[in-house]
């Protein structure tokens, strides 16, 4: 609860935070059909209808009202994004942190592993999850999430090996704290900073991601929209239709922009060093 | 060096692994060469077909003489090149390593100022703008920004650089940069952006460090601070970032390298996965995987430098 | 230093220079033609490639027997003329004494033997064999004939030999078992170089028998983005260009510089239905979902209206009026009574498969169907694929439903007996059957007269569309582009770039 409001009583914590309970809104409106329009409906003697009172951003090429998609695009691209990178942020955080604390062998098994996902080529692998799963929604989830857990890991890893050898971390064990208290209590506190970053990061890069899987056939299925789909479907339609490149290219822009102010707000409210410093 | 020889046995999964899913892929070379004319075929072509592209024995048959092959320096025959594996990988790797060079140089070029300027300027309005540029560049997939950079230099002042045919740098050097630059821009873009966000962070976690504060307290100048004790530490994730952003661009940029017509890894890697060239593409894979390890080692190498009190317990 | 330059400046000139960027005049010496596609061939083997890309390149370097025209018309081109025995069971070529492949030897009889042995030989896997199973024997009575003995009557055979897939290679290089890494061919282009996936040189073939050629090269790069094709063509990098993608091909007219040549095509547009999978198997739900198909909808929204409505006879001498065969007007009314006579008041779900970009409009398509049908209570779940796992399930049969373009003949048994004969190859993928198409089939194939034959195809047109195992949507247009000082292009409805040949600069 503290947080929540120190969150709220940092400046680009409250706009940042504005703007994602605003995509929030627009994506749970969009999941429960709450639309201006059916995201579904061809209206086909509208098609690629430019913006006006009755389409506020205009209409696709089967003549489907862009608005209504974008809704529910949103909430499609934010399941995809929240779900991978929340995979991934964990199963990073976690191998990062084994590799660091206990290095040796340890650490050279899972950074080679790591190596592995990393230059095994991620069409290949999505490729491979859609050839046993079908697919769809939660292929694109794991294929992304796998993607990005080798990122993570090292994004974890490093820090860690430069906070391991800490003064502080030093210090608690001369007092004799136990090795997970350690790691839970200083090391991961300390690693909000860089993990918050990451993580905002990463869900522009899965947003972006999802784009490219849907881009080979690999990810969300049509009829159904991700602002990913949409941007990638818009591309031969440029000129002709630029509205349909530029509405879900300025939607991913802003979500991307409350991520990211969220994300430093949470870094400067999470953060021990500050705290200290603001106390 | 104990990681180097950490360095097979990792290769040999990645070998293993990448065997295994490429064939797991339901089509395989037959029905890439002919698509759905496959099923004219009797099943007598279909075997000499089979045996044509060595996709006639078990799985693990073909992976030990694959194996074989490759301790005599053999990496096998592409299908669709019809020449060695390794000489086809050789040759489009210049293109692709000068590329993540460039990339990554316009990325720190750009992204490391911008950052340190954003965290010095905390919360001011530059700093704000400096976020907002590094968001956009975040935020626009690659393919949007070269699609938009070829249609307003075509449409608009009607130049484009040569498509088509690729000079190496050695032969045509001005041709070769004019060719690179705008897929190094696009790449760089991102990169950067990346590289800005990462550093403005890191540099405000370090200016609020002890040692740091303890330095400014003791009479060092602003810029001094910056300079010696804070800049050192705040590089170590963005050398991380890099790192892991350099090494997936050795991997290619499919995307850009599509869009410009580069023949780059990339390309072949995805034409290689789409047209069933099972010994190129677990050949490309093993050499990207290769090169990661590098780049990793390097990074690893990188932070000793950078915070003496990191050891690593290679050593 | 950028700061002083005014924008002005900042013309298209300076930014080339900046770039430095070679405007690249073109040389009057030497006239290359500068080329541009999208896929690229995917092997030089005549006999075994199909892939599109492969063919328009190798018909500019070898030549079959005979060759298409622009009305699909039989012409010359290794031989020179051509006949068929009164019984129709002995085919009979005279060679064009001029002809020479590439490496000097001149083509004869015994290459011709050569090739069609080759063909037929099970060992070397070309697709285009079960086309010439009529076979029997070959005779090369002097370097200059060939006699073709075959099995039965077999009209379609000389249709069939007009393909690349039966052009005539030398018979050195089939015993040196060369053919698919050396190039020799007896046609207007050499192969200089490939780069797979990046680039293709072809120089004028002095000796070729049809005479000098119009350019003395085409140098034929690879721009995977259609886009880039056009931009490319926007600042004069690329002279022609092949394009796939109606929603690029569209925006060519709109550039004062360029021109867009569009063809219609043999290949259509299909929505193949299942018939071995419930409630597929059922004649009146395939009626219903061809009664609920507007096919002029699907095409004016998937291809931006670029293409004609069509039935399963795409041959233009062939064609009948599409609008007198089964339910070609949308018909939703009946539709959903054929649903409820069927037993299917309350619709049913299944899924359709695509292939992702193969065509560029697969994905719109579907979509637009999944929305016809809807409205009789079809649930369609569209799933999209890599193209190779979409062959792979194609080939099993393994689909409710599948979009699809499917590659057209200049001869409809040739085109079609592969589906919808007793023993075609592909009944495990068209999985219908009936004795009424088997023998329409049996006589078109047998049939020499040619109105005859007409009769014959468009009972078999009226019967299949009724029938329905497969919902005929388009064809659409092969497009390639240009800049308009590129005089002599004819484009043919198999897609061929032949005349390339005699394409000029000027």
Known sequence: ?279 | MRRLATFPLVLLGVSIVVFLAIRMVPGDSITAMLGTEAGLLTPQQRDALAAYFGIDQPWFIQYWRWLLGLFQGNLGISSTYGRPVLGVILERFPLTLELALLSMIIALLVGMPAGIFAATHNEKLSDLGVRVVAMIGQSTPNFVLALLIIYTLSAGFGVLPAMGEFSPIWQDPLRNIGQLLLPAVTLGFAFAASVTRISRSAMLDVLSDDYVRTARSKGVSARGVIWRHALPNALIPVVTLSGIEFGYLLGGAVIVEQIYALPGLGRMVLDAILQRDYALVQGSVLFIAFNFMIVNLIVDLAYVALDPRIRLSEH | MVRHIGKKLLSGMTLAAMLGIAAAPVQASRATLHMAWSQDATGLDPHKQTAFSSLRLLELIYEPLVRLDANLQIVPAIADSWQFSPDGKELSFKLNPKAKFQNGAAVTSADVKASFERILDEKTGAAARANFLSIASIDTPDPATVVFHLSQPDVPILTAMSDVNAAIVPASEITAGSIGTTSIGSGPFKLEKWDPNSKEVLVANKDWAGGATGVDSIEISVLPDETAILAAMRTKQIDFALLNDPLVATLVPKEASLQLNRVPVLAYHVLQLNPSRKPMTELKVRQAISCAIDRQEVLDTASLGEGKVTGPLTIPALATDPSQLFCYKRDVEKAKQLMAEAGYADGFSATVIGATGEPPTAAAEAQVIQSQLAEIGVKLDIKMMELNVYVDAWLQGDFDMAVALNGGRADPYTMYNRYWTKTGNLQKVANYIDDTLDSLMQKGRTETDPAARKTIFADFEKHITEMSPWIWLYTSYSYTAQQKNIGGFEPVPTGSLFSLAKVTIQ
């Open chain 1, 1 to 279: 609860m503290a947080t929540l409001r120190a969150i709220f009583a940092h400046p680009s914590g409250r706009i940042g935070g504005a703007i994602v309970a605003l995509y929030l809104l627009l994506a749970a409106l969009g999941m429960l059909g709450l639309t201006p329009h059916n995201p579904l409906m061809q209206h086909r003697v509208e098609r690629l209808h430019a913006p006006d009172s009755t389409y506020w951003m205009g209409t696709d090429l089967f003549g489907r009202d862009v608005a209504s998609r974008l809704m529910t695009g949103i909430s499609q691209s934010f399941t995809v994004a929240f779900f991978s990178v929340a995979f991934a942020t964990v199963a990073g955080t976690v191998f990062g942190l084994a590799a660091a604390w206990f290095g040796r062998r340890w650490d050279g098994l899972v950074m080679r592993i790591m190596d592995v996902l990393l230059a095994f080529p991620a069409i290949l692998l999505a490729l491979l999850i859609v050839a046993v799963a079908g697919p769809g929604t939660w292929t694109s989830i794991v294929a992304i999430a796998i993607v990005y857990t080798p990122i993570f890991t090292r994004v974890v890893r490093g820090p860690a090996l430069s906070l391991k050898t800490r003064e502080f971390v030093d210090a608690a064990r001369t007092f004799g704290s136990s090795s997970s208290y350690i790691v839970t209590r200083h090391l991961l506190l300390n690693l909000v900073a860089p993990l918050t970053v990451q993580v905002t990061l990463a869900l522009a890069w899965a947003l972006l991601t999802e784009a490219g899987l849907s881009f080979l056939g690999l990810g969300t299925q049509p009829p159904a929209a991700s602002l990913g789909l949409m941007l990638s479907d818009s591309r031969n339609l440029m000129e002709t239709a630029p509205w349909l490149m530029i509405f879900p290219g300025v939607a991913i822009m802003i979500s991307i922009l409350g991520f990211n102010l969220l994300g430093d707000a949470l870094r400067d409210v999470l953060d021990p060093k500050m705290r200290r410093s603001i106390a």
